[in-house]
T-cell receptor, first 112, second 111 residues
Framework: DAGVIQSPRHEVTEMGQEVTLRCKPISGHDYLFWYRQTMMRGLELLIYFNNNVPIDDSGMPEDRFSAKMPNASFSTLKIQPSEPRDSAVYFC??????????FGPGTRLTVL | QQPVQSPQAVILREGEDAVINCSSSKALYSVHWYRQKHGEAPVFLMILLKGGEQKGHDKISASFNEKKQQSSLYLTASQLSYSGTYFCGTEFSNSGYALNFGKGTSLLVTP
């Protein structure tokens, strides 16, 4: 059974460029979470969805960040325009009824 | 509202025990424990719901003191495979399932 799939695994971009991170949750899971991990701030919840509907986006740092979940098997996190301080590892996680969260391998984003 | 973990780091010899604490300033509904190895994703260990229960998983167990708003993770007879960063994630209510993670405790087990 495939776990959470994220792409790309690594992304290097220049300041001002648009970045799109992708996530495919585990089939049958109804919750999807986006996290950002940095040394300074640890693991931060950015936004989460239940049945494709955004429930809480209070963790999204700025309007430059947006997330969508057009269907149960796909979600995107977009940063436009990107800044060097956005450099981090971005994790997507999914769960069944929100209990145990299964994390994807993460996308390491570097903004130059 | 980020929970506070202590210690920040610990080094053990194989076979020794360790305790990792997680404290919250706000009343908790549940505490989730995860372990993350370097360069990998966090992996779920266990969940504790309010009620002061204690859970065990092989030689790793945890307790949850609702009144003190804290949880402790106990690692006994540590193995090399226990090395990694341990995170507690706290949930404040029985809805939404949003977790606030602590900054983590780095554990290194040496031979």
């Amino acid at each position: 059974d495939a776990g959470v799939i994220q792409s790309p695994r690594h992304e290097v971009t220049e300041m001002g460029q648009e970045v799109t991170l992708r996530c495919k949750p585990i089939s049958g899971h109804d919750y999807l979470f986006w996290y950002r991990q940095t040394m300074m701030r640890g693991l931060e919840l950015l936004i989460y969805f239940n049945n494709n509907v955004p429930i809480d986006d209070s963790g999204m740092p700025e309007d430059r960040f947006s997330a969508k979940m057009p269907n149960a098997s796909f979600s995107t996190l977009k940063i436009q325009p990107s800044e060097p301080r956005d450099s981090a590892v971005y994790f997507c996680a999914s769960s069944n009824r929100g209990i145990t969260q299964y994390f994807g391998p993460g996308t390491r984003l570097t903004v130059l | 509202q980020q929970p506070v973990q202590s210690p920040q780091a610990v080094i053990l010899r194989e076979g020794e025990d360790a305790v990792i604490n997680c404290s919250s300033s706000k009343a908790l509904y549940s505490v989730h424990w995860y372990r993350q190895k370097h360069g990998e994703a966090p992996v779920f260990l266990m969940i504790l719901l309010k009620g002061g229960e204690q859970k065990g998983h092989d030689k790793i167990s945890a307790s949850f003191n609702e009144k003190k708003q804290q949880s402790s993770l106990y690692l006994t007879a540590s193995q090399l495979s226990y090395s990694g960063t341990y995170f507690c994630g706290t949930e404040f209510s029985n809805s939404g399932y949003a977790l606030n993670f602590g900054k983590g405790t780095s554990l290194l087990v040496t031979p």
